[in-house]
């Protein structure tokens, strides 16, 4: 069992909890992620290991609630136990100093950036991210993004806050002007699509992180398979991060969609099951 230390609403939808999970803590690297599972009938949740605290043996999540198993995460408080916090999976990121790199993160995508663009910068690279959300009231963890950055490009959507517009464009116009030896794109499929048909016409090793739909998290099942230069991969053992440029992202966007029926049923049951108590 693992204890919530540290709840924190972001905006609407999106929290962050500190959770015990001192294994873990001490293991991660950046670009890995866990599952959780709340309960002994509960679902299987991937999530990105946004930073841990090695000391106290704490690891930190943030997560948006889009479904029966994220919302009923989101109800449980401070001193609550989540029955299983499994990690770290994946392979981490590549992590050392290539010189210019930059992090492009959107929506809550820019939790799981912001651990990869920390641990650039403290290889001695040259950090320069570029963080977007739909509006201001969404957008999360500009200071923290600020903190790990050399430079910190925002954009909004509705343009709401700093620049309306959308993160691959800011990046289209960085690269008229310098030349980056990595980029790293994390967020919707859609977003990372563009950013990686952005950066190709300029040669620059694109790495994005997929979010594809998982179970197990260990290879086993093969419900996060995506295509990557024409063969398969699992997201979950072979990634998450992949040479953008060779993801098949809309095969990625379909896979995506399966079950949206079953999720929003699903979802409706459980806000009918919450007004009866």
Same mark, same amino acid.
């Given at each position: 069992? &693992? *204890?919530?230390?540290?709840?924190?609403?972001?905006?609407?939808?999106?929290?962050?909890?500190?959770?015990?999970?001192?294994?873990?803590?001490?293991?991660?690297?950046?670009?890995?992620?866990?599952?959780?599972?709340?309960?002994?009938?509960?679902?299987?949740?991937?999530?990105?290991?946004?930073?841990?605290?090695?000391?106290?043996?704490?690891?930190?999540?943030?997560?948006? %609630?889009?479904?029966?198993?994220?919302?009923?995460? !989101?109800?449980?408080?401070?001193? @609550?136990?989540?029955?299983?916090?499994?990690?770290?999976?994946?392979?981490?990121?590549?992590?050392?100093?290539?010189?210019?790199?930059?992090?492009?993160?959107?929506?809550?995508?820019?939790?799981?950036?912001?651990?990869?663009?920390?641990?650039?910068? #403290?290889? !001695?690279?040259?950090?320069?991210?570029?963080?977007?959300?739909?509006?201001?009231?969404?957008?999360?963890?500009? #200071?923290?993004? *600020?903190?790990?950055?050399?430079?910190?490009?925002?954009?909004?959507?509705?343009?709401?806050?700093?620049?309306?517009?959308?993160?691959?464009?800011?990046?289209? #116009?960085?690269?008229?002007?310098?030349?980056?030896? *990595?980029?790293?794109?994390?967020?919707?499929?859609?977003?990372?699509?563009?950013?990686?048909?952005?950066?190709?016409?300029?040669?620059?090793?694109?790495?994005?992180?997929?979010?594809?739909?998982?179970?197990?998290?260990?290879?086993?099942?093969?419900?996060?398979?995506?295509?990557?230069?024409? %063969?398969?991969?699992?997201?979950?053992? @072979?990634?998450?991060?992949?040479?953008? &440029?060779?993801?098949?992202?809309?095969?990625?966007? #379909?896979?995506?969609?399966?079950?949206?029926?079953?999720?929003?049923?699903?979802?409706?049951?459980?806000?009918? %099951?919450?007004?009866?108590?």
């Amino acid at each position: 069992m &693992h *204890r919530i230390v540290y709840k924190k609403q972001l905006s609407e939808n999106v929290k962050l909890f500190d959770v015990e999970a001192p294994l873990v803590a001490k293991k991660f690297k950046a670009g890995q992620f866990l599952i959780v599972k709340i309960d002994e009938k509960g679902e299987r949740i991937p999530l990105t290991i946004v930073d841990t605290d090695k000391e106290n043996g704490t690891i930190r999540i943030i997560f948006q %609630e889009v479904g029966k198993s994220t919302k009923k995460l !989101g109800l449980l408080n401070v001193g @609550d136990m989540i029955q299983d916090v499994i990690g770290p999976l994946g392979k981490p990121a590549e992590i050392k100093k290539f010189g210019k790199v930059v992090c492009v993160g959107g929506g809550v995508g820019i939790a799981c950036v912001y651990p990869q663009a920390k641990a650039f910068k #403290e290889a !001695g690279n040259e950090v320069i991210s570029i963080i977007g959300a739909r509006t201001k009231e969404i957008l999360i963890l500009e #200071e923290e993004m *600020r903190n790990v950055s050399d430079r910190l490009y925002i954009t909004t959507d509705d343009g709401s806050y700093v620049r309306k517009g959308f993160v691959p464009d800011v990046l289209k #116009e960085l690269l008229e002007k310098e030349k980056f030896d *990595r980029v790293i794109t994390i967020g919707p499929a859609i977003m990372m699509m563009v950013t990686a048909r952005v950066t190709k016409p300029y040669n620059v090793k694109t790495i994005a992180s997929l979010n594809s739909i998982m179970v197990d998290g260990t290879g086993m099942c093969g419900a996060c398979r995506v295509s990557v230069g024409g %063969e398969t991969k699992f997201a979950c053992v @072979d990634g998450p991060d992949f040479d953008a &440029h060779l993801v098949d992202f809309e095969l990625l966007m #379909e896979r995506q969609r399966i079950y949206l029926e079953e999720e929003r049923k699903a979802m409706e049951l459980f806000e009918e %099951e919450c007004k009866c108590r």
